[in-house]
């Protein structure tokens, strides 16, 4: 609880990076054993660490991105906070980005709740649409990036996966699962098929920047990849890991990285195994180093700020 007894949404969020923390040093020692650890030192000692800053910039610029979308879909559903506010909310969001495919960004809901009154049932949508349209640009990338491979027919298949998703979550069916918190009035505003291309294309554009920072760590160490191939690797591996849904894909995401790197270039265990953990570091944990300066702002700002009564 806060200084004023409200359930602080913070709560058990140190329990659970120490958990997945120590999961993903758990996955980083198999990799180690699977690519002898002194290889991998040396591959990680060559590389260019003047780049690192660029990656994260890269990183960053996505999540700016993805702001501007999630102010887009509040201006929808007719949620109206200050932008300053919206914004550090919006980032103490990416704390969770370790949680199983991001779901644990409904936090964002309960800091609306607690701050402005907004009800979770009418904010929760707003993650709903934006873990769609994630997958959906993520996939748009995939299938450009493995568009010239002969492994485009694969990729095609799992578009074809997350339109049907796509259509089940349009379909009235799931108004029928109250535990996902949704407003059914609300999901049919964020899901219609003009707005959904809209932000697949946003959230397309967003998630290049990252494979963008994929990329700068992959030359960074000089390896062979391509640009597009890159986009494949990232693409592919985020999917998986989202599918597996383990806490931030640790373990499955990796492993299918370091694979798709081996299985694209002529990479070596250790190179492909160093590329995987410079990736993970610059997207996945630089993601949740900054959801916890933004949920810190944001607590900060709550306790300065009277809680509004619920609507």
């Known amino acids: 609880m806060d200084h004023d007894g409200r359930r602080d949404p913070g709560r058990h969020l140190k329990r659970s990076i120490v958990l997945v923390v120590a999961l993903a040093v758990a996955v980083t020692l198999g990799l180690g054993l699977y690519a002898d650890f002194g290889k991998v030192g040396e591959e990680l000692r060559s590389f260019d660490w003047a780049l690192f800053p660029l990656a994260?910039?890269?990183t960053a610029i996505n999540y700016l991105i993805r702001f501007v979308r999630w102010q887009v879909y509040l201006g929808r559903v007719e949620i109206r906070i200050p932008v300053v506010r919206s914004f550090w909310i919006f980032i103490a969001g990416l704390t969770m980005t370790i949680t199983p495919a991001k779901l644990g960004e409904l936090i964002k809901c309960g800091l609306l709740k607690r701050s402005f009154g907004v009800p979770v049932r009418r904010s929760a949508p707003?993650?709903?649409?934006e873990r769609v349209t994630d997958a959906t640009g993520v996939i748009v990338l995939a299938v450009i990036g493995g568009a010239g491979t002969d492994r485009w027919p694969l990729l095609v298949v799992a578009l074809v996966g997350v339109v049907a998703a796509v259509v089940i979550i349009r379909s009235p069916l799931l108004e029928r699962f109250a535990v996902l918190g949704e407003a059914p009035e609300a999901a049919r505003v964020?899901?219609?098929m003009p707005l959904l291309a809209a932000m697949t294309g946003v959230s397309a554009v967003s998630?290049?920047?990252e494979c963008l920072a994929a990329y700068v760590c992959?030359?960074?160490l000089d390896l062979g990849l391509s640009l597009a191939d890159t986009i494949v690797v990232f693409s592919l591996g985020s999917l998986a890991g989202a599918l597996s849904f383990l806490p931030g894909g640790v373990g499955v995401a990796e492993t299918s990285m370091t694979a798709l790197i081996r299985a694209l270039g002529d990479v070596s265990r250790a190179?492909?195994?160093a590329a995987t953990v410079l990736i993970r570091l610059a997207t996945l944990w630089f993601a949740v180093a900054i959801g916890l300066v933004g949920l810190a702002v944001e607590q900060r700002l709550a306790r300065k700020a009277p809680a509004v009564a619920g609507r």
Do not use: D, H, S
Not at 126 to 129: F, G, I, M, R, Y
């Open 56 to 58: 994260a910039a890269l």
């Open 126 to 129: 707003v993650v709903l649409a």
């Open 190 to 192: 964020l899901l219609t």
């Open 207 to 209: 998630w290049f920047f």
């Open 218 to 220: 992959v030359r960074g």
């Open 271 to 273: 190179a492909a195994v």
